[in-house]
Structure formats: C-alpha cells, structure tokens
C-alpha cells in the first residue's frame, strides 16, 4: 500500500483500513503463475533458421521486491525468456534443438533465474513447446530421412540377399560333401567288388591251371606206361641224388669227369641218406648192375689183397668183428642199390656231366651194364698178386 505514492508496507489478507483518496494498493498472486513465451525465429550454429515457443513456470516469492524492483515483473520475465529461447537455440545445431529438448529447458530456466531472483521472483520450470524448422529445412529434412530410409532399406535388402546367398551356398556345400560321399562310397564298393571279382578270376584259373597241370601229368605217365622208350624225367630230389652218386653205380660211363680217388662219403651225403656212420659206409660205394657177381668178384680181389699184405708185414688176419661191419656194410649197399633199381626198374642209371649237377637224368636201355672199373682192377690185382710169388 502507499499513500501519496510513497510505499507504506504490506498489507495482509483479512479487513484492512485504507485511506481514501491518498492511498494505492497492488494485488500480487503468491500463486505459481503460467507466462505463454511466444513464437522466436532462431538460427541454429550450423544456419538453419527454426521457429520455436516455450512456457514458462514462475511464483512470487517476495511481494515487496516485486513491487519496487519491477514495474510489471509478468513482461519483464516473458521478455527474458524469449531473448534466453534465442540465445539457447542459436549456440545448438540444428539436430540437436530437435533432438534435445531437457537440455534446451534446463539451459533456459537456468539463464533466468539469476534476474529473477532480484526482482523477488523464482522460475520453477521451463518447457519449450515446439521447435520448428524452414520449409527449405523441412524439404531437405524430407528428402534425407526418405534418401535414409532407402539406404536402411538397401542395407537391410542387401544384408537379406546375403544370407540367402550363404545359405544357399551352405546348401549347396552340404549337398556336394553328400553328393561326393555316395560317389566316393559307389567307388569303394565297386573297386571292392572288382578286386573280389579278379581274385575269383585268379583262383579259378589257377585252378584250372592245376587241373590242367594234372590232367597233364596223368596223360604223360599213360603215355610212359604204353611207350617202348625208356627216357623218365624224374623230380628235382631224386635228380640231384642220383647225379651225385651215380658216378659210384657200375652201369656209369663218365668217362671225362674226375676219377673217384677216395671212397668215403662227406658228411652232407651221409645226412641226406640218413646214416650214422660214413667210415662203414665208404667201404662200399660201387654197386654191381649185375648183382652178386660182380660183387663177389670185387670181395674176392679186396681178400686177396689183405691176405698178400698180411703175409708181407706178418699180421694177423681180420677177425670176426671186422667181418661183421664189412658185412653190415656190404648190406647197406645192397639195400641202397635195391632202393635205387626199385625207383627206375629194369633202367641202367648212365649219368653224365647233366647228372652230376641234379638237373637231368636220362636212362638207356643199350648202356653195357659192366663196369670198366672192375675189369681194370681185378687185371691189376692179379698182376699184384702174380708180382708178389715171384718174389716170395
């Protein structure tokens, strides 16, 4: 209240007196109070011009100060306000104004409240309404959110064609590795079956092979059996024991292979016939074609021989043990001749340079079953023995 303009205090709620013609009063509402900040053409940092409103919050807070600091404290904040709005706006970029709005309110509330609270006013709130920009801004706005919507849309095709290529590419890699699993396993059985195939192609003609082998072998022993020659071809063994030794039977004609200087047996011929005792068997190694006659022929110029040198040197004659081995020997070659005459009947063995390495022995029905050899030496035994009366 004042009176002749002079200011008098405050005057509270209820019945107050108030001189007449002399005073003035003001009505201040401690209420929060709405002030509408109009439209403002801003231009942003980046110089794009936008139109925008606010509204602003304010209460009373000290009636005395609103009174005397300030005419009319309702203009003065929304004046304040709407430089802020400007001054706010034009320190943003365009899409930050759009983008963010409690930043611009706070900037603002916080730009009036210095002012404000002078003039015994406190601004509770700011809130700026709509943010617009030019046609020009809204077109380019139009034309950039249309050109990213396309590229989203071309990302977002592009991304979906290839995943559709890489699973098309997975399929296809999937049914390949099938594709190449069978073939790989259709090979593996027929190169299997092929195998199988040829080793039963190989057994039955090795089979054949040796029914034919066989069949062979019956037809040439018929043919042997019905044929007058007596030419055998006998098994590797056999071959090779007879060439060794045949030289040593009566019916041999070598006559170009080295002469027989010892007749004791080695110890690989004593193991390949199986006797124990090579001295009992050296004692006998030529065996008579003909039999008995032939051997006694032999005994009779081996007797003769010892009784000559046991006269000479005065010895006693062979006893009766060692008439007993040279018989037991004289046995042996009899069997072994037997076995021999037995292997080849009715065959004279006739040996040659082929004979003695094992590889042929051929048989001839024509050989002279006398040995050369005997005849030789029983003319030298008696020459000996003829030499030896003489003497005595």
Known sequence: ???????????????????????????????????????????????????????????????????????????????????????????????????????????????????????????????????????????????????????????????????????????????????????????????QGDAVSTVLRAKAAEAMGERAVVDKGIETLEAIGTSESTTYVLPQEVSSLLGRYGKHLTGSTVSDGQQLESKEFDAETAELLGLGDIEELASESVIDAHGDDAGSEVEAVAESETMEEADETGAEPVDADAGAAQESVESAAEQARRAVEDAVPDVEVETGREGLDGDEIGTDDSVDRTAPGDDETAAESEAEAETETERN
């Open 1 to 191: 209240m004042t009176v002749f303009g002079d200011y008098r205090g405050l005057v509270g709620p209820g019945l107050n007196f108030v001189p007449p013609f002399v005073s003035d009063t003001a009505v201040y509402d401690m209420r929060t109070q709405t002030l509408n900040v109009s439209k403002q053409e801003a231009i942003t940092r980046d110089n794009s011009p936008v139109v925008a409103n606010a509204v602003v919050y304010i209460r009373v807070m000290n009636a005395e100060r609103a009174f005397l600091e300030v005419e009319d404290y309702k203009r003065a904040v929304s004046n304040l306000a709407q430089t802020t709005l400007r001054a706010v706006l034009g320190d943003m970029e365009l899409d930050d104004t759009l983008s963010r709005r409690r930043e611009i309110n706070e900037r603002i509330r916080e730009e009036l409240a210095g002012p404000t609270d002078e003039w015994g006013i406190r601004v509770e709130s700011v809130e700026v309404r709509e943010i617009t920009p030019s046609t020009d801004v809204l077109n380019a706005m139009e034309q950039q959110t249309a050109a990213e919507r396309r590229r989203r849309a071309m990302i977002l095709e592009a991304q979906g064609e290839r995943r559709s290529a890489v699973e098309r590419a997975q399929g296809e890699k999937q049914s390949n590795i099938v594709r190449a699993q069978g073939e790989k396993q259709a090979q593996i059985l027929e190169a």
